[in-house]
């Protein structure tokens, strides 16, 4: 047996290949990182993406939510305005009908000769007027009633109440015709204003001339005053006549009792005025049952004989004034 050593041989260890290299782990580790991040931020915005259509899309949704209210809402106002209107000409239809029931059944009362008949009339209309749904249309026939010597105390009192016969207010019937807080029943051609109050079936009147600067009463109570203006004196026959105070013209006679007698002697020609008991009659114009309310004048002549009823010009300013200092001083209505 050969008890020799056997050589060895030591050869080097052999070469690793590339992907076996360790610097290659490490960058498999960044690349799969960076990966990893990349994922993550294409994820988030994507996210953002439909995060924000999300929104977008319940903005839409919310403004036409709104716009579908609104039009809902709009409809249901327009609606309820219908409604509304329909109710309020249901119920104007109904008051018309009770006033024509009132018509017929409170007419014959007002010009009854029975006192109790009056009373009872008078007293409804008050109702009526508390209620609120006093029939405006029966105005000259109460006022005609009320100015009536033959009608019951009482039912007069009412009647004149229901009128506006009240502190700061002045309701005068002349010939039939109602005027309410009217100050001028008549002007002749817008230069003299007339006041008429009637008492018992009575007339008296009152006139004022002037213009913006200056205003005088030319009569009071039926009686001629001396002023700056004119000239007015009464005849012997109780007429009384005013006179421009420059030139001595007429300018108008006046006979006044239980009626109205009045010649406007214009330039062009006379115009004659009349007021009866049912009646006032300017030219060949006949006025009846009418009511003038809160107009400065309630009948102008002109001196070409044409007249306009309701003057909404307000009457000269010292007219005015001292129309309202008289009206304090209790010398008017």
């Known amino acids: 047996m050969n008890d020799e050593p056997i050589p060895v041989k030591v050869t080097g260890l052999p070469e690793k290949k590339l992907w076996e290299q360790q610097w290659i782990s490490y960058a498999l580790v960044v690349a799969s990182i960076l990966c990893s991040l990349a994922v993550a931020f294409m994820g988030w915005k994507i996210n953002e993406r439909i995060t924000k259509s999300n929104i977008d899309a319940s903005d839409k949704i919310a403004t036409k939510n709104r716009d579908f209210s609104k039009l809902i809402h709009a409809e249901d106002a327009d609606s309820k305005n219908r ?108 230069k003299r204003y007339f006041i008429i109050n009637s008492d018992k079936g009575q007339f008296s009147i009152s006139v004022i001339v002037g213009n913006e600067d200056i205003a005088e009463f030319e009569i009071v109570n039926n009686k001629p005053v001396r002023n700056s203006l004119s000239n007015a004196f009464l005849t012997d026959s109780q007429t009384l006549v005013v006179s421009n105070l420059n030139d001595g013209k007429q300018v108008y006679k006046i006979d006044i009792g239980r009626e109205i007698d009045l010649t406007y002697l214009s330039p062009d020609k006379p115009v004659s005025i009349k007021v009866f008991t049912d009646k006032i009659q300017v030219g060949s114009n006949t006025l009846s049952n009418n009511s003038i309310q809160g107009f400065m004048v309630g009948i102008i002549v002109f001196k070409n004989g044409d007249l306009a009823m309701g003057g909404t010009r307000i009457a000269p300013r010292a007219v005015s004034e001292l129309f309202r200092r008289a009206l304090q001083m209790g010398n008017t209505h």
């Open 83 to 190: 409604s509304d209107s329909l109710a309020r000409s249901m119920a104007q239809s109904s008051i018309d009908q009770q006033k024509i029931s009132w018509t017929v059944s409170l007419l014959p009362h007002l010009s009854s000769t029975d006192p109790k008949l009056q009373l009872y009339a008078s007293l409804v209309l008050r109702d009526l007027k508390k209620k609120g749904v006093f029939p405006d249309h029966l105005v000259p026939a109460i006022a005609k009633a009320a100015f009536d010597t033959e009608t019951n105390p009482d039912a007069a009192r009412i009647l004149k109440d229901l009128l506006g016969k009240g502190q700061g207010q002045y309701t005068v019937s002349v010939g039939s015709n109602l005027f309410v807080n009217v100050p001028f029943p008549l002007s002749l051609d817008e």
